[in-house]
């Protein structure tokens, strides 16, 4: 059965994320951003249920962490735009996870399916906000991108806790 997003909620969490990470995103200090989402990343695996109050501190953390193999734009695209939350097994075949990641990545699965859905949901239109939906010739363009930047992140190919 398919379930809808909460399209109201995906906006609050993105526009809530974009607003902090524009916040620490200063070209006079470089590094604000990125120490900011390791401390992020540090207490939230201390303590996933922190997550109820602050919901947008996983994407945050998780900002420019996650990656969307190229064959699976057009499906997230599809997600978005039909309002429709994924499963879970169709879910972790379109997302690859940094392997430093994935100890909070599990955390907050435990935690909340559904919000580590949403976030991933948010960061996919944190990094495709001025595009249009993924094309075949887009997405053909993209792979060179994303072969090279895949090492070092994880393949839930391999894994069986996800």
């Known amino acids: ?4 997003l909460d399209l109201s909620r995906i906006d609050e969490l993105k526009e809530n994320a974009y607003s902090n990470i524009e916040s620490y995103n200063d070209p006079d200090t470089p590094d604000a951003l990125a120490k900011f989402t390791s401390q992020m990343k540090a207490v939230l695996l201390a303590d996933p ?13 998780l900002y420019d962490k996650v990656k969307f193999p ?6 997230w695209a599809h997600w978005v735009k039909e309002g429709i939350q994924p499963e879970w097994d169709d879910f972790k075949t ?4 940094n392997k430093e990641d994935l100890p909070l990545v599990l955390a907050v699965k435990k935690f909340s399916e559904t919000l580590l859905i949403e976030s991933c949901i948010v960061l996919f239109l944190l990094a495709n906000e001025n595009q249009s939906t993924p094309t075949r010739q887009a997405q053909e363009q ?7 930047s895949e090492e070092g992140y994880y393949d839930q190919f391999d894994e069986e806790e996800l």
Do not use: C, G, R, W
């Not at 059965?1 to 809808?4: D, E, G, Y």
């Not at 249920?49 to 953390?61: D, F, G, R």
């Not at 379109?94 to 996870?97: D, G, I, L, Q, S």
């Open 1 to 4: 059965m398919t379930k809808a």
């Open 49 to 61: 249920q922190l997550l109820e109050s602050v919901p947008e501190y996983l994407p945050i953390a």
């Open 70 to 75: 190229p064959e699976a734009k057009i499906q």
């Open 94 to 97: 379109t997302v690859a996870f």
């Open 142 to 148: 993209d792979d060179n991108d994303y072969l090279d």
